[in-house]
Structures are given as structure tokens and as C-alpha cells.
């Protein structure tokens, strides 16, 4: 008996279309949710510890040191401090759409779409050297 027309190539250009519309939602909706829940648990640990201080507006504290860093930062959260917690889930927020973009890039290489491969690594390339302080 003869396969149909077609059933031997593998999935259409439009079921690989949907399957990348649907791993980039996904990807989007738990990056964001991830980085919500960091934040809601770091904020509710902050006011349980320190919900009772009156703020002082007269002196200005920056950030803790280790907090101005990817790795402190990473560190801090590691070791539940509220803070670090906060800035781990905005961190979160921020590697969100750039992993759209970085997987967005693998998928115009999986095509073969060289226009798209070129674009989609210009603004991956930008983006990153934003996080990173190299660009303003």
C-alpha cells in the first residue's frame, strides 16, 4: 500500500511555524512568570523583615556592593536575601526577551533564512551589548 502524498517529508512549513509561535509563547509566559514569582517571594520576605522601619529620606544608601553584579546578584538570591530575590526576577525580566531573540535566531538558522539569521543577530548582538554596559 502506497504512503499519501507527502507523509514521508516530515511536518509542513506551517506545523513548524506553529510549533516555533508556540515554544516562543511558552518561553515568553515562563520567563515572566518566573520573574514574578522571584519578585512577589523577595518582596514578601522584605516587608516580613524590615515592613515595620520607618524610611529615612534625609540619607541616601546606594545598593550593597554585591548587588551591582550578575554574579552578586546571583549569589545573593542563592542565599534567599530579599534583595537579591527582587533583582534576580528583574534580571529574569530583563533575559526574557532576549532569549526570545537567541532562540528567534536559532530558528531562522534551522529555516535557512539567511536575511533573517543576519537581522536577528544584529539586534541579538545590540541587546546584549546593552546588558552588558558596552552600549548605552
Not at 55 to 73: M, Q, T
Not at 75 to 80: E, G, V
Not at 82 to 110: C, D, K, N
Amino acid at each position: 500500500m502506497a504512503l499519501p502524498a507527502g507523509s514521508d517529508r516530515g511536518p509542513s512549513l506551517e506545523e513548524q511555524e506553529h510549533a516555533v509561535e508556540l515554544a516562543l509563547s511558552t518561553l515568553l509566559r515562563a520567563g515572566v512568570l518566573l520573574a514574578a514569582a522571584f519578585v512577589l517571594v523577595g518582596g514578601v520576605v522584605y516587608l516580613f523583615l524590615h515592613g515595620g522601619e520607618r524610611p529615612d529620606y534625609a540619607h541616601f544608601s546606594a545598593e550593597a556592593a554585591d548587588l551591582r553584579s550578575i554574579p552578586g546578584v546571583a549569589r545573593a538570591a542563592a542565599h534567599l536575601r530579599p534583595q537579591g530575590l527582587i533583582q534576580f526576577g528583574l534580571l529574569l525580566l530583563i533575559a526574557t526577551p532576549i532569549m526570545r531573540v537567541a532562540f528567534s535566531l536559532v530558528a531562522f538558522v534551522r529555516e535557512r533564512d539567511r536575511i533573517y539569521v543576519g537581522l536577528t543577530a544584529v539586534v541579538l548582538g545590540i541587546l546584549l551589548l546593552s546588558v552588558t554596559g558596552i552600549l548605552p
